[in-house]
């Protein structure tokens, strides 16, 4: 009978593999992150996720000059390296479990929570890190913890979060949180509740931009229908749920990553839509309005890049969702 009190763990030549019933997930130390996170046979991962610094630049980021101030978080958010990789197990730091300090593992280890820590170094001048921590139960739910450690001498950030590709577009998406589209400083039409998105829309601005941020969540709920497994020939619905952990987070469910936006001057530049781009954000700039010829975002609403910032959220496991 299998062991339903355990995590089933594997540790490979370079990756730390983690299952139990109806669930798989594999980190990979050479990829630096979470490189397969499967839930009741389906895939969710078309890349490692990775700390999101950028949100496409808005018209009033052009009036005001702050995405060229901010700049040096667009190399971030496509270049950062991951620097160092952490394993706990069952509370107990261990040795990086790497070949060939893998050979100590027999083909048949358990564990009740393990704990797997990437941490990322911005290009940046000063550099500065980022931990993304994936504690991971027997029940399949990770729990995903970020730190960003502030440094003297940055530039205020345009957002902070942890952004996941999945390999296909979403059906759409239902959510508990605020109505609409939502910043923080954009929160008073929203209508606190449970919502449902159809599709991936993108605002057809005529220059397309940052859009689609949903703030204070408690939960959201991603639906694809469609896989990349050609093994695979059930289309039937399936989903993905994260949860608030101490706190409500902010989200955005896309097609596009914030640099395809930026890439595209007019909405006839985007490419076709082929992946769910979904961020959550524990810290998000405001997009300001005041007017769009100079006036920068009131200081309430701004992300200093010289403090730590943190956020956790949870990705329930198959049986929780």
């Given at each position: 009978?299998?062991?339903?009190?355990?995590?089933?763990v594997?540790?490979?030549?370079v990756?730390?593999?983690?299952?139990?019933?109806?669930?798989?997930?594999?980190?990979?130390?050479?990829?630096?992150?979470?490189?397969s996170?499967?839930?009741?046979?389906?895939?969710?991962?078309?890349?490692?996720?990775?700390?999101?610094?950028?949100?496409?630049?808005?018209d009033?980021?052009?009036?005001?000059g702050?995405?060229?101030?901010?700049?040096p978080?667009l190399?971030?958010?496509?270049?950062?390296?991951?620097?160092?990789?952490?394993?706990v197990?069952?509370?107990?730091?261990?040795?990086?479990p790497?070949?060939?300090?893998?050979?100590?593992y027999t083909?048949?280890?358990?564990?009740?929570t393990?704990?797997?820590?990437?941490?990322?170094?911005?290009?940046?001048?000063?550099?500065?890190?980022?931990?993304?921590?994936?504690?991971?139960t027997?029940?399949?739910?990770?729990?995903?913890?970020?730190h960003?450690?502030?440094?003297?001498?940055?530039?205020?950030?345009?957002?902070?979060?942890?952004?996941?590709?999945?390999?296909?577009?979403?059906?759409?998406?239902d959510?508990?949180?605020l109505?609409?589209?939502?910043?923080?400083?954009r929160?008073?039409?929203?209508?606190?509740g449970?919502?449902?998105?159809?599709?991936?829309?993108?605002?057809?601005?005529?220059?397309?931009?940052?859009?689609?941020?949903?703030?204070?969540?408690?939960?959201?709920?991603?639906?694809?229908?469609?896989?990349?497994n050609?093994?695979?020939p059930?289309?039937?619905?399936?989903?993905?749920?994260?949860?608030?952990?101490?706190?409500?987070?902010?989200?955005?469910?896309?097609?596009?990553t914030?640099?395809?936006?930026?890439?595209?001057?007019h909405?006839?530049?985007?490419?076709?839509?082929?992946?769910?781009?979904l961020?959550?954000y524990?810290?998000?700039?405001?997009?300001g309005?005041?007017?769009?010829?100079?006036s920068?975002?009131?200081?309430?609403?701004?992300?200093?890049?010289?403090?730590d910032?943190?956020f956790?959220?949870?990705?329930?496991?198959?049986?929780?969702?």
């Amino acid at each position: 009978m299998a062991n339903t009190t355990k995590l089933n763990v594997v540790y490979g030549d370079v990756t730390l593999g983690l299952s139990g019933p109806g669930f798989r997930y594999i980190f990979a130390y050479d990829r630096g992150g979470l490189e397969s996170l499967v839930q009741d046979g389906k895939e969710w991962l078309y890349r490692v996720p990775t700390p999101a610094f950028w949100r496409a630049t808005t018209d009033n980021d052009r009036g005001n000059g702050f995405s060229v101030a901010a700049a040096p978080w667009l190399g971030a958010d496509m270049f950062r390296t991951c620097t160092a990789i952490n394993v706990v197990v069952d509370g107990q730091a261990i040795p990086l479990p790497i070949a060939p300090e893998n050979n100590r593992y027999t083909a048949k280890e358990t564990a009740t929570t393990v704990t797997v820590t990437f941490t990322y170094t911005t290009p940046t001048v000063p550099a500065t890190t980022v931990d993304v921590a994936y504690t991971v139960t027997a029940t399949g739910q990770l729990t995903i913890a970020v730190h960003y450690a502030g440094r003297a001498g940055l530039p205020e950030l345009p957002a902070l979060g942890l952004r996941f590709l999945c390999p296909t577009p979403a059906m759409g998406f239902d959510y508990q949180g605020l109505s609409g589209e939502t910043y923080p400083d954009r929160l008073a039409g929203g209508q606190p509740g449970t919502h449902h998105v159809e599709g991936l829309p993108v605002t057809p601005y005529l220059v397309p931009q940052e859009c689609g941020m949903h703030m204070r969540t408690q939960w959201v709920k991603v639906t694809r229908a469609t896989t990349q497994n050609n093994s695979d020939p059930d289309h039937q619905p399936f989903q993905l749920t994260l949860r608030q952990a101490a706190h409500p987070f902010a989200f955005s469910c896309l097609p596009y990553t914030p640099e395809e936006l930026e890439n595209a001057t007019h909405m006839e530049e985007l490419p076709l839509a082929r992946r769910t781009v979904l961020t959550v954000y524990g810290a998000v700039r405001g997009v300001g309005g005041i007017d769009s010829w100079g006036s920068d975002v009131e200081p309430a609403y701004h992300i200093a890049g010289d403090i730590d910032h943190d956020f956790s959220f949870v990705i329930a496991g198959p049986v929780a969702r």
